[in-house]
């Protein structure tokens, strides 16, 4: 598999998550994907920025961390302070184009590299002119919400345009990620249209052996 996966702990139980870091690690994953919800931009909660710490320390692994939260012009700062190296954050959390753009140059004034996200029903052209200035631009290939739906065959369309506009704009070093229903099938279509950075969650977790997955998605 020519890209990079980020397993994700969203559907692990907290009780298991530091664990199950340290198996993710062992597999030879270099990064880990967290989710943060607020319970008022999607209606889950996940993290408090307490537990992000904890479960942020204890990985090696590069941190990305997706915040599905409002406000993220207010608290960019502490999940970056927590240890994220990658903070993506929604577009539509943002009151207008002029707060998503000083999001980005408040992420990278922290320390951290940027990423934007939309929701499934927003069109992707809306990430466009800020491009040039994010490290990762994230395709929701799934409802932000809650793990384990099946994946919006519509977001290949999505993935494509990102990567000709990539191609045509130099911009070699904008990663592109993919989250939702990511399995050992949509994953192959995905890197096909151009993503760098698959998030897989149940399709490595909803099985007795994460090791033997992990390795088949790898393939």
């Known amino acids: 598999m020519n890209a ?10 907290k009780d298991k998550i530091i664990s199950d870091i340290k198996e993710i690690e062992n597999c030879g994953a270099r990064w880990i994907h967290f989710d943060v919800m607020d319970g008022k931009f999607v209606p889950a909660t996940t993290f408090s920025i307490d537990e992000m ?4 320390s204890n990985t090696r692994a590069v941190k990305d961390v997706h915040i ?4 993220p012009k207010e608290t960019a700062k502490q999940y970056i302070d927590a240890g ?11 009151k207008d184009v002029v707060e998503v ?3 980005i140059d408040l992420i990278h004034e922290y320390g951290a590299k940027a990423g934007l996200s939309v929701k499934p029903g927003t069109d992707i052209k809306v990430v466009l002119p800020f491009l040039n200035k994010l490290d990762l631009v994230l395709v929701m290939s799934v409802e932000p919400g809650k793990g384990g739906q ?38 192959v279509s995905c890197v096909k249209k151009g993503a760098n950075v698959l ?10 052996d994460f090791a033997e997955r992990f390795k088949k998605i790898n393939e």
Do not use: Q, W
């Not at 990079?4 to 139980?13: G, N």
């Not at 994220?84 to 959390?93: D, G, K, R, S, V």
């Not at 998030?199 to 007795?208: A, D, E, R, W």
């Open 101 to 103: 753009s000083s999001v």
């Open 84 to 94: 994220a190296n990658y903070l993506t954050f929604h577009y539509e959390a943002c």
């Open 150 to 187: 099946k994946f919006i065959n519509k977001s290949l369309s999505k993935i494509n345009l990102l990567k000709k506009y990539k191609e045509a704009n130099n911009l070699n070093n904008l990663l592109i990620e993919v989250d939702g229903g990511i399995n050992d099938k949509t994953s």
């Open 199 to 208: 998030v897989i969650g149940s399709y490595l977790f909803n099985h007795p």
């Open 53 to 56: 710490r904890t479960y942020l």
């Open 4 to 13: 990079i996966i980020s397993p994700s702990i969203l559907t692990v139980e």
């Open 68 to 71: 599905m939260i409002e406000n």
